[in-house]
């Protein structure tokens, strides 16, 4: 049984950074595709930022320049990395995984972008 934790979410002001991460465990042998998803009250899921196994990124034109999505692949870990938030960033954020030729997701994490 694989799991996805999130951590790292919080409360930060406009402006601000908060650094992301998404841990994978259970019985692993390979992960593909890493993506942060978000989703703010009464609006649907969006795509933030994925990151393919070797490394090639994309990110959504509200967030370029300002997040940044890495891999540990020997930790089995990938993170978001968030600066100059913006209160339209406030949403819960979640990490979607190809684990294995099967997709999972995390549990999610609060961020609240307000002064």
């Known amino acids: 049984q694989v799991q996805l934790v999130e951590s790292g979410g919080g409360l930060v002001q406009p402006g601000g950074s908060l650094r992301l991460s998404c841990a994978a465990s259970?019985?692993?042998?390979?992960?593909?595709?890493c993506t942060w998803y978000r989703q703010a009250p009464g609006k649907q899921r969006e795509l933030v930022a994925a990151?393919?196994?070797?490394?090639?990124?994309t990110y959504a034109d509200s967030v370029k320049g300002r997040f940044t999505i890495s891999r540990d692949n020997g930790k089995n870990t990938v993170s978001l990395q968030m600066n100059s938030l913006e209160a339209e960033d406030t949403a819960v954020y979640y990490c979607?995984?190809?684990?294995?030729?099967?997709?999972?997701w995390g549990q999610g994490t609060q961020v609240t972008v307000s002064s």
């Open positions: 979607n995984a190809n684990v294995d030729r099967v997709m999972y």
């Open positions: 259970g019985t692993i042998f390979s992960i593909y595709a």
């Open positions: 990151i393919t196994s070797g490394g090639y990124t």
